[in-house]
């Protein structure tokens, strides 16, 4: 049985409202959470060139957690900027975007400099993070494979749920020179526990959409 807190429920009032946590020492703000569904869902409606990749066909989404709580998977790089884009579009008190690479680490450490922001202890992740042991491993007939509602482990020290586990987020820098991948941060369900430390560093194309990557917001403060 996993060893979860359960979570308040997230407020999704309207597509321009989220939790956000003021990170120290720094002018901007963190989401709370991933991006959830239902977020996303108000901008890929009137955006439909941007449509999760699920809503095109089901295949390897069918037995993923696709509830409005749940964090948005099936989308880009590509997708994520335009979402952010569409944000900024909307309202002109804050400037939305994804998290620059450092930006992303300094929030997840939230001041460690530990394996996990909880420390080093591996046997302790269980309580932090959803990912191959507590998801994958489980089978695709157990209620706790694939993704999950946000929210529901513990969060880091500074409040910021999920940055370890249940779905990579993607990154506004590049990973390599060429420019031909784009960096992912977190870990996620189906990955081991070594990918899920706060400095473990991933890539894919800027056009590539699965079922374990989505992304996180940060909102610039004046």
Not at 6 to 23: A, E, G, H, Q, T
Not at 200 to 209: A, E, I, K, L
Request: glycine residues 6%.
């Amino acid at each position: 049985m996993s060893n979860f807190k359960k979570p308040k429920m997230v407020r999704i009032l309207n597509s321009l409202s989220f939790d956000m946590i003021k990170i120290p020492n720094k002018n901007y703000e963190m989401g709370k959470y991933s991006v959830t569904i239902a977020e996303y869902m108000h901008f890929a409606k009137v955006n439909e060139e941007h449509l999760p990749e699920w809503k095109k066909k089901l295949g390897r989404y069918e037995k993923i957690n696709l509830t409005d709580n749940a964090p948005i998977i099936g989308v880009s790089w590509n997708d994520a900027v335009a979402y952010c884009k569409w944000l900024n579009e909307q309202q002109k008190e804050y400037v939305y975007r994804l998290p620059r690479e450092a930006e992303w680490e300094y929030a997840c450490r939230a001041g460690t400099t530990t394996k996990w922001s909880f420390g080093d202890n591996e046997k302790k992740l269980d309580k932090y993070a959803w990912y191959d042991e507590n998801s994958y491993d489980l089978g695709e007939e157990h209620k706790d494979y694939g993704t999950h509602v946000v929210g529901e482990k513990l969060s880091n020290p500074w409040g910021l749920f999920d940055m370890h586990g249940n779905v990579w987020e993607w990154c506004e820098d590049w990973y390599d020179e060429e420019k031909k991948y784009k960096v992912l941060r977190g870990g996620s369900w189906n990955g081991f526990a070594s990918v899920t430390r706060s400095a473990f560093r991933f890539r894919g194309y800027p056009s590539d959409r699965s079922n374990d990557v989505g992304f996180r917001l940060l909102r610039t403060l004046p």
